[in-house]
């Protein structure tokens, strides 16, 4: 008879194998996938994991590594501290795509200006401003009116989808344009464009964001009282009420610092990387950031190298479709599959297995 | 625009049509949190099913056989979440999201090799006598078969809830796992049951083709109004027609070309469960919702 035991405590061995665990275990699981699908295991899961840093055209894909983890990085980082609280915001989707309106619409309404020193910090704040309101919906009716955040902020994902549908063909189009859908281009506005700061580095303004807002986070989190009243929150709600910390600010703090991120995340990549406000323009980032936050074990120092991982499997995924003639979906299987093999190990860090006879309580 | 293009009658038959998906999954939904079970991956279970019912559809030629296979793969995808939650202890909100995400992937992977497929339509039940009625005939009896077995599923699950002792101890499972625990009932094995009962129901999605993202969102609505019904079958069907209502509304709308700009009109599905949400929910969750059951304690 093989029995579960909680452990007094989580386990740190455990906390630290088990994402390691997961990825080994959907890697296996993912080259079966891949095999039943008639590709060639072994040089699939190389094609995504090793290629793309150590392959032949490595140099071209290496600073897309550092563009595809800023994103996830500043949006995972957000969504951590909601997740330590148990405020579930599943919306940063959305959060990323009114930032990255908010931000392009403020550019575009200066076009063309000259002002850098003046539109771009103000852009960061417009985007950022933009991520934080729209998460404030849930937030407010939570508070207000016991809204469940959960179903709120998801709904609100697909209503800035269409907002997005709709900027991109209405309001933000180019005038210039030939009636094209889509914005101008944010990389031919010098004022607005986030560009690479060194070349062939990947580097840009989100990248120096995602790694300020994963120091600012761990310094928050083991060395402020704030840290300390949103673990306290997510471990035992009763406590935190009696310690002084109140529930309501507790939702409207995270759900304003994940949507804030995501905001900011949404506008370095509408400036930079995607260039245009379109109807192509997310993909998904909000959704893979929630993988990207368990899988580094909410830890702002785990979430730099989930991160980094996933923005792998995204950059390894383009490759492998183009060399092996993969699916995409393959690839949004694949991460889906490493969330729940992670949750599955996971029972190890807080329970310990017990083989022989369960004792009579 | 041209608002007379529009039949009140054909509306309300389209309705019906329309808010069945959704009614058979929230129905699916309402007994997993019965038993005090969240699941949030009723999206990835509806598309995923989908997905599995034009593929099954589509080899066997029989629109019920697909039905079928809707239901096994939903059952499928049910057992994972079932084993994750209840044997391996994880987190529901976390597991039901990795659920959707994984099941997104899984039907786009499934379902892309079946894009240009058309699979058969389910043959048009007119009821003999009550399709000849002059209005409600239109509206109500002239549809395919799976509207009716959603309409009985909808009485069959009342009728377990609220008047058999099983669903007296699902629900008493739902409201306290420790007491129903502590008078010897299996905790666990009623809510494995549970999910998986719900999990097949959740998937009985029927799309006339495949495309990505087809059921966009229509899981979370589910989700949305299983709390708008106040985990009370009966109002289920309420809520279902309100969204399926709003649905072909503003699909008709925009078919008679109002003056709004399409995007505006497809939000408002979205925009409207959101008011629902603030406005009207107004029952009681079932107590031991979205916690996690361990008997050592």
Not at chain 1, 49 to 66: E, I, S, T
Not at chain 1, 198 to 225: D, P
Request: proline fraction near 5%; aromatic fraction near 10%; include cysteine.
């Amino acid at each position: 008879m093989i029995t579960l035991e909680r452990r007094p405590q989580p386990s740190r061995t455990w906390s630290f194998l088990s994402p390691l665990l997961a990825v080994v275990v959907t890697m296996v699981a993912g080259g079966i996938v891949f095999a039943a699908l008639g590709k060639p295991p072994v040089e699939a899961i190389r094609t995504i994991f090793w290629d793309p840093l150590f392959g032949d055209f490595a140099g071209y894909f290496r600073p897309q590594l550092l563009v595809k983890a800023a994103p996830l990085i500043l949006i995972a980082i957000g969504l951590s501290f909601g997740f330590r609280a148990g405020i579930w915001n599943i919306g940063a989707e959305g959060q990323y795509i009114m930032g990255a309106l908010f931000g392009a619409g403020f550019a575009l309404a200066f076009y063309p200006s000259e002002a850098r020193w003046l539109i771009f910090p103000l852009m960061i704040v417009a985007g950022t401003l933009g991520g934080l309101l729209w998460a404030m919906i849930p937030g407010i009716l939570r508070v207000r009116f016991k809204t469940n955040e959960i179903l709120v902020s998801l709904m609100l994902v697909y209503v800035a989808d269409f907002l997005l549908d709709a900027m991109a063909l209405g309001l933000l189009r180019n005038p210039e344009g030939m009636g094209f859908p889509g914005s101008r281009n944010l990389q031919q506005y010098p004022a607005a464009h986030n560009a690479e700061l060194i070349t062939n580095t990947g580097m840009h303004w989100g990248v120096i964001a995602a790694l300020f807002a994963v120091v600012a986070a761990y310094i928050l989190l083991s060395r402020h009282i704030f840290g300390f009243n949103v673990r306290l929150a997510g471990q035992s709600p009763r406590a935190a009420a009696f310690a002084g910390v109140s529930a309501n600010r507790m939702v409207l703090i995270c759900l304003g610092l994940s949507g804030g991120l995501a905001g900011m995340a949404g506008m370095f990549e509408v400036a930079g990387p995607s260039g245009q406000v379109l109807a192509s323009f997310n993909v998904g980032y909000g959704f893979t950031a929630i993988i990207v936050a368990f899988l580094g074990r909410l830890h702002p120092l785990g979430i730099l190298l989930a991160g980094l991982l996933m923005a792998l499997t995204y950059i390894g995924g383009e490759l492998a479709q183009m060399n092996l003639q993969l699916p995409r979906s393959a690839i949004q299987l694949f991460q889906g599959m490493l969330l729940f093999f992670l949750l599955a190990v996971d029972v190890m860090t807080n329970f310990r297995i017990r083989f022989g006879r369960r004792e009579v309580a | 625009m041209d608002l007379s293009a529009i039949n009140p009658l054909l509306l309300l038959a389209s309705l019906m049509v329309a808010s069945t998906p959704i009614l058979l999954a929230a129905l699916g939904e309402l007994v997993v949190e019965r038993a005090g079970v969240l699941n949030l991956g009723v999206e990835g279970m509806m598309i995923t099913g989908a997905a599995c019912g034009i593929i099954f559809s589509t080899l066997t030629g029989n629109a019920w056989l697909g039905f079928a296979g809707a239901a096994l793969g939903g059952l499928l995808l049910s057992f994972l979440f079932a084993v994750l939650t209840q044997i391996l202890l994880s987190n529901q909100v976390a597991t039901g999201l990795a659920l959707t995400l994984f099941g997104l992937g899984l039907s786009a992977l499934l379902g892309q090799s079946f894009a240009g497929a058309r699979p058969p339509a389910f043959p048009k039940l007119d009821i003999p006598v009550l399709s000849d009625l002059p209005v409600l005939g239109q509206i109500a009896f002239r549809h395919d078969g799976m509207v009716y077995v959603g309409l009985l599923l909808v009485l069959a699950v009342w009728y377990f809830l609220t008047r058999t002792r099983a669903g007296l101890v699902l629900r008493a499972v739902g409201e306290n796992h420790d007491a129903a625990h502590a008078l010897g009932y299996p905790v666990v094995l009623i809510r494995f049951g549970a999910i998986m009962f719900g999990g097949a129901y959740i998937s009985l999605v029927r799309v006339p083709q495949w495309t990505e993202g087809m059921t966009a969102g229509a899981g979370w609505i589910a989700l949305a109004i299983v709390v708008f019904a106040g985990w009370k079958p009966l109002r289920l069907l309420l809520g279902a027609y309100l969204f399926g209502g709003v649905t072909v509304l503003q699909l008709n709308l925009q078919a008679a070309g109002l003056a709004i700009p399409v995007e505006y009109l497809s939000m408002s599905p979205y925009v409207a469960t959101i008011v629902v949400l603030v406005i009207l929910a107004a029952g009681r969750a079932p107590g031991s919702l979205g916690k996690t059951f361990h008997a050592s304690r």
